[in-house]
Structures are given as C-alpha cells and as structure tokens.
C-alpha cells in the first residue's frame, strides 16, 4: 500500500493562494490517477480534483474550475493542488488519495481508507 502525505495548508486571506503537495511513498505512485478531496466543518467529504496517471488529463469540481489546477511529478512521486482566488468557502481539511477512472476522469473513484493521507487543513478568512 502506499503511504500518502499532505502538506501545505494554512491560514490564508480570501483572494489569497496556498500549493498542497501529496508525497507518496512507492513508485507505483505513477501507475495511478490521483485526487483531491475536502471535508468542511459539518459537511460530508466532496470531489476537488482528479489528474490522470501521466498528469495529462485533469478534471474539477465546477466550485474551483478556474481557479484550482491539479498537477504531479511523477519523478518526484508529487502531486500538487495549487489554490488560486481563495474563498472563504474554501475553507476545509484537505485529502490526496489514489484511486481509479475507468471510463474517464469524472468517474475517478479513490481505494480504501490505506490509500489517503491524513489531511492537510485549509483556512481562508474572509
């Protein structure tokens, strides 16, 4: 399995931006699509982003389209979320995981609970 770890977050003001990166711990880290997702207070968790194994294709949640662009090095076993245009609405913990998309990326699906990592959080004041 593969060991997934969140870094980035932190207090930002509205407009401001902030980059996530997920470090994975195995070279497979490749062979995957990755994603993003977000758990506000009182919310259930919901998509952000996904991006192919060979990071060219990517798909978003319409709330960030525009504004997020996910990306990975896959030299670097890395994958980024850079935040753009940040809301207060935006605020939330944030999970990288690895998963699938068979039949594109609006159907990606991450695995089991051992291939997320434990979250980064985000907070945008307004």
């Known amino acids: 399995q593969v060991q997934l770890v969140e870094s980035g977050g932190g207090l930002v003001q509205a407009g401001g931006s902030l980059r996530l990166s997920c470090a994975a711990s195995e070279r497979t880290f490749s062979h995957y699509p990755m994603g993003w997702f977000r758990q506000a207070p009182g919310k259930e968790r919901e998509f952000v982003a996904a991006?192919?194994?060979?990071?060219?294709?990517?798909y978003y949640t319409d709330s960030v389209k525009g504004r997020f662009t996910i990306s990975r090095d896959n030299a670097k076993n890395t994958m980024y979320l850079q935040m753009n245009m940040l809301k207060s609405e935006d605020t939330a913990v944030y999970y990288c995981n690895q998963g699938s998309s068979q039949g594109g990326l609006m159907y990606y699906r991450p695995f089991g609970a051992d291939y997320w990592g434990q979250g980064t959080q985000v907070t945008v004041s307004s």
């Open positions: 991006i192919s194994w060979s990071g060219d294709n990517t």
